[in-house]
């Protein structure tokens, strides 16, 4: 897991050594109670073994002491049982969060894909309303021409028909 989460990108890295430390520092705690609870036991067991073993009855004793130890192997058991577990839902949470991350580094790139084709777009809707607007202004310029030519022409019509009429 640790290889694992130092080859991802630094913004993903950081957290997930984060959370992996956290993991570790939180089975090591339960492996320490762990220890701490069966030394408990055994020091609880040579105790009373110690204190039992002036006593007369030994049948007694003997069967207090594999009640303990019964006890003691269940108390072993389930708090093994335990750091299984939480050694599962620690397996189950990284894996929710690659996932996670995954997806959200997807969603990202598609993002930014979607970005590039919207500015590439804005540029050329840009060119195009240059283009439109020059196309217009020739368009207009073309009009003015073309009635100015008609205006001279006519002129020039009236004019031969008043010399040709005038003579």
Do not use: C
Request: glycine share 2%.
């Amino acid at each position: 897991m640790d290889l694992e989460a130092r080859s991802l990108q630094p913004n993903v890295k950081a957290m997930l050594l984060a959370k992996l430390r956290e993991y570790k520092s939180d089975l090591n705690n339960l492996k320490s109670e762990v220890k701490r609870i069966a030394s408990d036991n055994l020091n609880l067991a040579a105790r009373d073994e110690l204190l039992e073993s002036g006593m007369a009855d030994a049948l007694t004793a003997s069967s207090d002491q594999r009640s303990r130890l019964t006890m003691t192997t269940e108390h072993l058991n389930q708090s093994s049982d335990r750091i299984k577990d939480s050694r599962r839902t620690m397996l189950e949470t990284e894996e929710l969060g690659v996932s996670i991350l995954q997806d959200l580094h997807s969603q990202r790139q598609a993002l930014l894909h979607a970005n590039n084709t919207l500015h590439g777009v804005d540029n050329n809707i840009g060119k195009s309303k240059r283009i439109l607007t020059a196309m217009s202004r020739r368009m207009s310029r073309n009009k003015w021409i073309i009635g100015i030519i008609i205006a001279v022409l006519i002129i020039a019509i009236i004019l031969v028909l008043y010399f040709k009429l005038a003579k």
